[in-house]
């Protein structure tokens, strides 16, 4: 009697995790392609060359041209979280047994790490909203998850529901406009953007709760 050969095991999570290090490959692409040419000047036809890949499969893993700046600039910022939110709610600020001081110290650290390397696309960003209303349509997402974001990190240091003022006031504070500002324009490096949103956020926490 005869046997057939037996038929070769197919090995998904080799093509998985194959397709998965294309993907990081084409985000690195064009964080690096947006960060240094703009949205004017990038194409989706350049990223996927400096990913040695086809524009076919740019499409077919990440999307369009503004898909791939919005992916880009997560995976850019967000390395253990998909995106700001998870990264917030995953944040420890501590308990009622950590002072407000210490959790108003530990948010302003986190703030100034976390917009580091998002102020580093404030420009395209703004580029492409002006240019492309799908663009415009994502930055006014980003703005509103940044918003209710601001409201879960007020719980976080009071302990309480915020003021709406409050959250208004921490919500211009801590935007990438804000940032590009102090660190562009007048110089300042990370760490004194973080001792003084320490001491502004910390004098407005404080002005709420009396």
């Given amino acids: 009697m005869t046997t057939s050969p037996r038929r070769r095991s197919y090995d998904s999570t080799g093509r998985r995790l194959a397709a998965e290090r294309r993907r990081e490959d084409v985000l690195r692409a064009a964080a690096d392609r947006f960060r240094s040419d703009g949205w004017h000047r990038t194409t989706v ?4 060359s400096d990913a040695g890949v086809s524009v076919d499969l740019v ?12 992916e880009s ?3 850019t910022a967000f390395t253990q979280v998909p995106d700001l ?8 600020l501590g308990g009622p047994e950590t002072s407000v001081e210490e959790r108003v110290a530990r948010f302003s650290s986190f703030a100034v790490a976390t ?4 102020a580093e696309f404030h420009d395209v960003l ?9 663009a415009r349509a994502m930055l006014d997402e980003i703005e509103r998850t940044r918003r209710d974001s601001t409201q879960i ?3 976080k240091i009071l302990l309480a529901d915020p003021d709406p003022q409050l959250v ?3 919500f211009v504070l801590t935007s990438t406009a804000v940032y590009c500002e102090l660190t562009q324009r007048c110089g300042w490096s990370s760490a004194q953007v973080q001792t003084w949103l320490r001491q502004v956020v910390g004098e407005a926490v404080t002005r709420s709760r009396s």
């Fill in 59 to 70: 499409s077919l893993r990440v999307g369009t041209k503004v898909t791939l700046l919005v």
């Fill in 153 to 155: 990190v007020l719980r």
């Fill in 45 to 48: 036809a350049a990223i996927a």
């Fill in 126 to 134: 703004r580029q492409a909203a002006d240019a492309e209303p799908p």
């Fill in 168 to 170: 208004d006031e921490l």
């Fill in 115 to 118: 917009l580091e390397p998002i």
């Fill in 85 to 92: 939110r998870q990264a917030v709610e995953a944040l420890d």
């Fill in 73 to 75: 600039l997560r995976a």
